[in-house]
């Protein structure tokens, strides 16, 4: 069993986030610059022992397309050509900035620290995965 890894694509930044090898437990991974992304996932797929990638998908609260659902598509089609070996699955990210906004305040974080962009994205991509195994159950 491989670990299932999160993405919350952004135009200049990407969230990771990814499961312990049992699939139980979300944790945030790393931000990545959104240009190296394919790279760093050649590299991270390399190492772990991915089998799933959850790619965060935008829409509106009528769940109409965002000026971001394009490019997610887009980068949809991307992975499938790259990763043919890995099953990706879309999930709805709608609100996970505000959740990982308001996890790193419950959490006590630093207002320097959540300032920190990166730090917000690799968060929704934990929240992302979150939401899609409690799905998966």
Do not use: C, W
């Amino acid at each position: 069993m491989g670990r299932i890894l999160a993405i919350d694509l952004g135009r200049k930044r990407t969230g990771l986030a990814v499961t312990d090898p049992l699939q139980i437990i979300a944790s945030p991974l790393e931000t990545v610059p959104t240009h190296k992304l394919i790279e760093y996932l050649k590299d991270y797929f390399i190492k772990e022992l991915v089998g799933v990638i959850v790619l965060g998908f935008p829409t509106n609260l009528n769940n109409k397309d965002t000026d971001m659902t394009a490019d997610v598509r887009a980068f949809y089609k991307k992975l499938g050509k790259e990763f043919p070996d890995k099953a990706i699955h879309l999930q709805d990210e709608k609100f996970t900035s505000k959740m990982a906004l308001d996890a790193m305040i419950a959490g006590g974080m630093k207002k320097k620290d959540r300032r920190v962009k990166g730090n917000i994205d690799k968060i929704s991509a934990a929240i992302i995965l979150q939401s899609y195994l409690e799905i998966k159950k």
